[in-house]
């Protein structure tokens, strides 16, 4: 099964449209005012509008009550959370009948035991490279270091991908993998897709 493909980090409806048009699984708005993809002014309604792929908001600590509202406002099946959010908290929003998507940064020094906690109230990880920043670094981690993940849980693979290693990610032959977050090194500028190196790349993933 090749892996669904998710578009993060979009904020401008001409854009949106154009990312739109390849047929993506997955798109994602990010929530938290300290990303440079922080959607801003983009209208609710609009994107409540848009049908045909998973949408997702993105959350980093975000007070609870303000991620459900965001996400009945802009019509979100799923809700992707980047921060310290607690198994509770996660249990909480899967309530609202939303996909749970729980982030992780990775490193060398990553305790996967943390994971036990969350396997109940979450339907997929995310696994990103650690940084302070959570999220949007354009760095790859080590993927060697996924041999240690001892879920069953399928997972998106986050972080520094681009068209150069798409095939890699590929190549990992992790049953888990679901979902590659394509980001920050398929802008032009932060929240701007390149659509013709996406398009290129996407291209690269059916053809393997």
Known sequence: MKPKIKICGLKH????????????????????PGSKRFVGQLEAAWVARLKGVKKTGVFVNADIDHVKATASQYAFQAIQLHGNESPAYCADLKEN???IVKAFGINAHFDWAKLADYEGVTDYYLFDTQSAHHGGTGIRFDWKLL?????????????????????DALLLGDSRLYAVDLNSRFETEPGIKDIALLKRTLQTINDE
Do not use: T
């Open 13 to 32: 409806p001409e854009n949106i449209r154009e990312v739109l048009s390849l047929q993506p699984d997955y798109i994602g708005f990010i929530f938290y």
């Open 97 to 99: 009948h939303v996909e």
């Open 147 to 167: 041999d240690g993940y001892p879920s069953d849980k399928p997972f998106f693979l986050s972080g520094g991908i681009g068209a150069e290693n798409i095939a």
